[in-house]
């Protein structure tokens, strides 16, 4: 019930593509959903995060989309740039301060 | 900008060594937080704490302690390190809000070899 799924494990987008990110959760108590991303030799950091009362948000090429009654949630980003590339962490929290983390998704933009 | 900062950035230590792994915030956050990363398995949380000489067990707490005497600073000791404790460590730490929209501000990592 506490865990995040992510999917794929490793992703490889051409540059300009659209680059995918899935996870599923099971616990309906998760009410905030944060993506992170983390470059090599660096800690995670916060890109974007939604709230399940919204079904989609967007900050500049970064989109969440939130299906509650699917538990689902995906993460789109938009003209992918080689920059882009990283590892990104799809997360789950509620009341008690924790997040929980899926497993992490490798993203590699080709030039 | 929050700053977490951990002691070392690599660090080789023998098995059966008592391992000190120290973070330190400078944003006066109540929570922090250790974490473990291992290829495939993401960030498994260890131990976290919500004030000083708090701690709360996390998912994967077996061989490690915590301390936290100050507030700003979070501490993960090693009792006796063995080869399967090898990883990278990360520190984080959050605010508290009378919200689930908290979020967690990383260090950059130890990354601990045990021969």
């Known amino acids: 019930q506490q865990q995040v799924k992510q999917s794929p494990q490793s992703l490889i987008v051409q540059k300009g593509g659209i680059s995918i990110i899935n996870c599923a959760y099971e616990?309906?108590?998760?009410?905030?959903f944060p993506w992170y991303q983390q470059f090599p030799g660096k800690g995670p950091a916060l890109l974007i995060a939604?709230?399940?009362?919204?079904s989609e948000k967007k900050e500049g090429r970064f989109t969440i989309s939130f299906n509650k009654s699917a538990k689902q949630f995906s993460l789109h980003i938009m003209d992918s740039q080689p920059g882009d590339s990283a590892t990104y962490f799809c997360?789950?929290?509620?009341?008690?301060?924790?997040?929980?983390f899926g497993k992490g998704t490798r993203l590699h933009i080709l030039p | 900008d929050v700053k977490v900062t951990q002691s070392s950035r690599y660090l080789v230590k023998r098995t059966g060594e008592k391992v000190f792994l120290e973070c330190v915030q400078d944003?006066?956050?109540?929570?922090m937080f250790w974490y473990r990363q291992d290829p495939g398995l993401g960030l498994r949380l260890i131990y976290f704490?919500?004030?000083?000489?708090?701690?709360e067990k996390g998912d994967i707490p077996e061989g490690y302690s915590v301390s936290r005497e100050k507030k700003e600073r979070f501490s993960l000791i090693l009792e006796s390190a063995s080869t399967n404790q090898t990883s990278m460590y990360l520190c984080?730490?959050?605010?508290?809000?009378?919200?689930?929209?908290?979020?967690?501000?990383f260090g950059p990592g130890t990354r601990l070899t045990v021969l």
């Open positions: 984080a730490s959050s605010l508290v809000l009378d919200t689930p929209y908290n979020e967690q501000f």
């Open positions: 616990n309906t108590a998760f009410d905030y």
């Open positions: 939604i709230r399940p009362d919204v």
């Open positions: 997360a789950a929290s509620g009341r008690d301060d924790k997040i929980i």
């Open positions: 944003m006066d956050h109540e929570n």
């Open positions: 704490s919500y004030d000083v000489k708090m701690k």
